[in-house]
């Protein structure tokens, strides 16, 4: 007497296609340019993803291939990985968390001063 895993694998071969492998994940560890991540990410935008889960931004820096990738897929951030800690788990992304990971670090975070005639 098997699972009920055993009957759902029965009921999901009669109704599949032929197997085929298939990439799991989008991208290697940010190493994607972000117009390779953009041509991916059209690739993938035929499977339907409505999210997007970047991982390993401690390492790479580079969100230019994260942001071209759900720009022209269409698709929403929905937590990010910014820890090489495993067990510190993924952080909720908003545009001021994002905001804050684009910036440089150090960057001004007050408003520019107002521009006066005499500056014109």
């Known amino acids: 007497m098997g699972t009920w895993w055993d009957d759902w694998a029965i009921w ?10 298939a990439r ?7 190493l994607f340019d972000p117009m390779e991540a ?3 990410a059209v ?8 999210r997007l889960l970047a991982t390993r ?10 942001l071209a990738a759900a720009e022209v ?3 929403s951030f929905c937590e990010v990985s910014i820890s090489p800690h495993v067990a510190d788990g993924l952080t909720p992304i908003n545009p001021v968390s994002l905001a804050r990971l684009l910036l440089p670090h ?3 975070t007050s408003s520019p001063p107002q521009m006066t005639e005499a500056a014109l």
């Open 106 to 108: 150090g960057a001004p």
């Open 12 to 21: 999901l071969q009669q109704r599949s296609g032929r197997k085929i492998n």
């Open 43 to 50: 690739r993938f935008n035929v499977l339907g993803p409505q």
């Open 57 to 66: 931004l401690d390492l790479s820096r580079r969100l230019g291939g994260a």
């Open 38 to 40: 953009a041509d991916i």
């Open 73 to 75: 897929a269409a698709l």
């Open 24 to 30: 799991k994940t989008l991208g290697k560890k940010g």
